[in-house]
């Protein structure tokens, strides 16, 4: 696709609840990231994937996170029995050349845990 | 560890007023730099980015940055501000280890325009 695509673009979901976030990066795009953004926080990395391979997980804040890329395409970042503290948007990246870390994103997964 | 740091939280220019952020890092090679512009419930845009070479670059909207190695900084800087430059700016830093690379954010800075 043109860009950098995420869905939900809003969730609500109810404390206790597993989600689930896509991610659709830029055709031909090897690297794919996740980073969370929350206030207070700033921009947080979750995690990196090299086709599917997930070479760095270190953002990842707790074992209630994972997330998968299939195809060397889409990714899903999943966040079980959810909790408020998990509120934030959800940013997804990708990039095409490796070695410069210069990654486009997508508009965001906007998270509220009621 | 490496880091990026924005001091300033917050900035109000007038439209018309020449504008400088600045963007501090920490890291022991040669950086890969960048600025990133978010407007309200958007995502991040690529302004401009430095790899090596001119350490001025220029970028979209008009906008510039100079990488200043001996200060390890790279300020964003434009002429003259829009009321459309409203958004909040993130400088970043690109971090490679073990096969895997991300970026680096700063805090940002949120940019407000007076009318």
């Known amino acids: 696709g043109a860009g950098v695509s995420q869905s939900p673009s809003n969730k609500v979901t109810e404390k206790g609840k597993d989600v689930e976030l896509r991610c659709d990066p830029i055709?031909?795009?090897?690297?794919l990231y996740w980073y969370r953004q929350s206030l207070g926080q700033g921009l947080e990395f979750l995690i990196y994937?090299?086709?599917?391979?997930?070479?760095?997980k270190s953002g990842l804040p707790s074992d209630r996170f994972s997330a998968e890329r299939t195809g060397g395409s889409v990714s899903t970042l999943t966040i079980q029995r959810t909790q408020q503290e998990d509120s934030a948007v959800y940013l997804c990246?990708?990039?095409?050349?490796?070695?410069?870390?210069?990654?486009?994103f997508g508009q965001g997964t906007r998270l509220t845990v009621v | 560890a490496q880091s990026v740091t924005q001091p300033d939280i917050h900035i109000t220019v007038s439209e018309g007023a020449s504008l400088e952020l600045r963007c501090n890092y920490s890291?022991?090679?040669?950086?890969?730099l960048f600025w990133y512009v978010q407007s309200p419930g958007q995502g991040l845009q690529l302004l401009l980015k430095?790899?090596?070479?001119?350490?001025l670059v220029q970028g979209i909207k008009g906008f510039e940055a100079e990488f200043k190695r001996s200060q390890s900084s790279f300020n964003l800087r434009k002429p003259s501000v829009h009321w459309s430059d409203a958004a909040e700016y993130f400088c970043?830093?690109?971090?490679?280890?073990?096969?895997?690379?991300?970026?680096?954010f700063g805090q940002g800075t949120r940019l407000t325009i007076n009318p």
């Open positions: 970043a830093v690109g971090l490679f280890f073990q096969g895997a690379q991300k970026l680096v």
């Open positions: 430095y790899f090596s070479g001119d350490t």
């Open positions: 990246a990708s990039s095409l050349v490796l070695g410069t870390a210069e990654a486009f």
């Open positions: 055709s031909g795009h090897t690297a």
């Open positions: 994937f090299q086709g599917n391979s997930a070479p760095d």
């Open positions: 890291y022991g090679a040669t950086p890969y």
